[in-house]
Nanobody, 127 residues
Framework: QVQPVESGGGSVQAGGSLRLSCAAS??????MGWLRQAPGKEREGVAM???????AYVDSVKGRFTISKDNAENTLYLQMDSLKPEDTAMYYC???????????????????????WGQGTQVTVSS
């Protein structure tokens, strides 16, 4: 059973950077994504990556966040730069565990696409 485990969250001032990590074994060919949920808001997709490494991002983070993965280390990353207070949320790593993944797009940012989730890591950005 796939069980992603996130790490790397924390508190940072606006304009700062954080890098989130997600350990997940045996999923290098699967769609993987980062999603977030702020208090009182619905969960939203932030970024996704397919098997060859193609990516997709929600508009609000384009140019600031970068999703990547290291298949040898079974680790997914989210580099977050130029953080804003509105980026404050619980961030989740998620995996689509059925079949391979050869394409990236907005469809991969939908929370319903994913069926294996980590417990989340909190990111707080102060102004």
């Amino acid at each position: 059973q796939v069980q992603p485990v996130e790490s790397g969250g924390g508190s940072v001032q606006a304009g700062g950077s954080l890098r989130l990590s997600c350990a997940a074994s045996g999923v290098s060919n699967n769609c993987m994504g980062w999603l977030r949920q702020a208090p009182g808001k619905e969960r939203e997709g932030v970024a996704m990556i397919d098997s060859p490494g193609r990516t997709a991002y929600v508009d609000s983070v384009k140019g600031r966040f970068t999703i990547s993965k290291d298949n040898a280390e079974n680790t997914l990353y989210l580099q977050m730069d130029s953080l804003k207070p509105e980026d404050t949320a619980m961030y989740y790593c998620a995996v689509h565990i059925t079949g391979g993944c050869y394409g990236a797009g907005n469809w991969g940012l939908q929370p319903t696409w994913y069926n294996a989730w980590g417990q989340g890591t909190q990111v707080t950005v102060s102004s």
